[in-house]
């Protein structure tokens, strides 16, 4: 079968599916969930041998570190794929809740309900939990998922997508609400993006290039997160111990994820103290540094920042510093090269922190915590199917809320306009 024949019949299913499922009550959808649970359980060899193919091809291709870090699936990766679709099954079903109800003059009694939004396409690169993850929210929340993931983890996705179709048909549920795209063809995604008549809402997920060509290319609503250029702000009322294991926790716990900071702001009067043993800690962690003009005159083996490395997402250990003149210009900085993602400021002034957190326009603004937190998990959101940078529709981690729509329900008596 020709690939565009292929992809309109995964997404007419899949379409079929959806209307399906957005009548499916919330026992049967938490059994196909359970079933999900159980066939990771049942089947983490066979996914990790998968995974051990997309691994060495990863590194004779030669991806960086953190790539292959995205990349692995280990038994406590697995472990946390599990514990995550445990998660959703324990959250509440939205779909159905009334929202709002009033009442008008003439009697009519007016209501918003959520719905299932319909199908969403998910395209993303090398995290191969994603498929799990959005998998067990779109479920959930009544919604059927077309999955396509990156050649680079297309053994360790057909494995996973081939347990959750066996997870779906086991709960009397259809296995088409689950669409994979199995073709490394780049064609793919043009022809996915024009299937306007079977698909409700994309939500690419990997590089900025990636995410742009979708949005550009799509003939279909659009959920963007273009890139992670997190910021964390050390105020000169900073606790600078905390400061220092928040700011170490920020870039070096995984850095090659979105909510990773990827530039460390620090005030001009505390930099002198902070920053020697701060890039100390850093260095002995393998962190390449690249500072100002004002940094390099206070650590001296050091690169100099460029100005394209305020506007980096680096997706590894490489750190921009850049010492600034007070809260002002520290969210001057985040205005100009921030990528509304995920902002933090350090500081014991409370006063400080909420002007921060009120004029930082970003999707998740922390006080006194690492940006590593920005994520559906985390936020005890079960999962999360993305983390949006727009502001329409969803922003943040989206999780089962963010895949919902609503309709009016409107409840008469025999009420005629005049």
Same mark, same amino acid.
Request: hydrophobic share 40%.
């Given at each position: 079968m020709a690939i565009n024949e292929k992809i309109i019949r995964i997404t007419k299913e899949a379409k079929d599916a959806s209307m399906a499922l957005s009548v499916t009550g919330h026992d049967v959808k938490n059994?196909?969930?359970?079933?999900?649970?159980?066939?990771?359980?049942?089947?983490?060899?066979?996914?990790?041998?998968?995974?051990?193919?997309?691994?060495?091809?990863?590194?004779?291709?030669?991806?960086?570190?953190?790539? *292959?870090?995205?990349?692995?699936?280990?038994?406590?990766?697995?472990?946390?794929?599990?514990?995550? !679709?445990?998660? +959703?099954?324990?959250?509440?079903?939205?779909?159905?809740?009334?929202?709002?109800?009033?009442?008008?003059?003439?009697?009519?009694?007016?209501?918003?309900?959520?719905?299932?939004?319909? @199908?969403?396409?998910?395209?993303?690169?090398?995290?191969?939990? +994603?498929?799990?993850?959005c998998a067990a929210l779109c479920i959930k929340s009544g919604n059927a998922v077309i999955l396509k993931g990156g050649k680079e983890a297309i053994n360790t996705n057909a494995a996973l997508v081939k347990m959750l179709k066996q997870a779906m048909v086991k709960s009397g549920l259809p296995a088409s609400a689950i669409g994979f795209i199995d073709t490394t063809d780049r064609k793919a995604v043009d022809i996915i993006l024009n299937q306007n008549s079977h698909i409700d809402l994309v939500i690419p997920r990997g590089g900025e290039g990636l995410i742009r060509a979708v949005a550009k290319k799509s003939t279909i609503p659009v959920i963007k997160h273009y890139k992670g250029v997190c910021h964390t702000y050390v105020d000169k009322d900073a606790d600078l111990k905390k400061a220092a294991q928040i700011c170490f926790n920020a870039k070096v716990q995984r850095p090659g994820v979105c909510n990773a900071m990827?530039?460390?702001? @620090?005030?001009?009067? !505390?930099?002198?103290?902070?920053?020697?043993?701060?890039?100390?800690m850093f260095k002995k962690a393998?962190?390449?540094?690249?500072?100002?003009?004002?940094?390099?005159?206070?650590?001296?083996? *050091?690169?100099?920042?460029? /100005?394209?490395?305020?506007?980096?997402?680096?997706?590894?250990? *490489?750190?921009? @510093? /850049?010492? +600034?003149?007070?809260?002002?210009?520290?969210?001057?900085?985040?205005?100009?090269?921030?990528?509304?993602?995920?902002?933090?400021?350090?500081?014991?002034?409370?006063?400080?922190?909420?002007?921060?957190?009120?004029?930082?326009?970003?999707?998740? +603004?922390?006080?006194? %915590?690492?940006?590593?937190?920005?994520?559906?998990?985390?936020?005890?959101?079960?999962?999360?199917?993305?983390?949006?940078?727009?502001?329409?529709?969803?922003?943040?981690?989206? %999780?089962?809320?963010?895949?919902?729509?609503?309709k009016y329900i409107i409840l008469g008596s025999g009420q005629i306009r005049r």
């Open positions: 059994k196909a969930l359970k079933a999900m649970a159980q066939g990771l359980k049942k089947n983490a060899k066979d996914i990790a041998s998968a995974n051990k193919k997309d691994l060495m091809q990863a590194k004779r291709t030669g991806f960086s570190r953190a790539l *292959i870090d995205r990349l692995t699936l280990n038994q406590k990766r697995i472990g946390a794929m599990i514990k995550s !679709i445990e998660d +959703v099954i324990n959250l509440k079903d939205p779909i159905g809740e009334i929202t709002r109800m009033w009442k008008r003059p003439n009697g009519l009694i007016i209501g918003k309900m959520r719905v299932p939004i319909g @199908v969403i396409c998910i395209i993303y690169e090398s995290r191969p939990n +994603v498929t799990c993850d990827e530039t460390l702001l @620090v005030d001009e009067s !505390i930099a002198s103290r902070f920053l020697p043993p701060m890039i100390e393998n962190v390449e540094i690249r500072g100002c003009k004002r940094t390099m005159q206070i650590i001296k083996a *050091i690169k100099a920042a460029k /100005k394209s490395d305020w506007h980096e997402e680096y997706l590894d250990l *490489i750190l921009a @510093v /850049k010492i +600034v003149n007070g809260l002002d210009k520290a969210i001057e900085h985040i205005t100009e090269y921030g990528s509304r993602h995920s902002d933090a400021i350090i500081t014991q002034n409370h006063k400080t922190a909420l002007e921060f957190l009120k004029r930082v326009d970003s999707a998740c +603004v922390y006080a006194n %915590a690492s940006t590593r937190f920005t994520d559906g998990y985390e936020f005890g959101l079960g999962a999360e199917i993305g983390i949006s940078t727009d502001k329409i529709h969803a922003r943040g981690p989206m %999780a089962l809320e963010e895949l919902t729509s609503y």
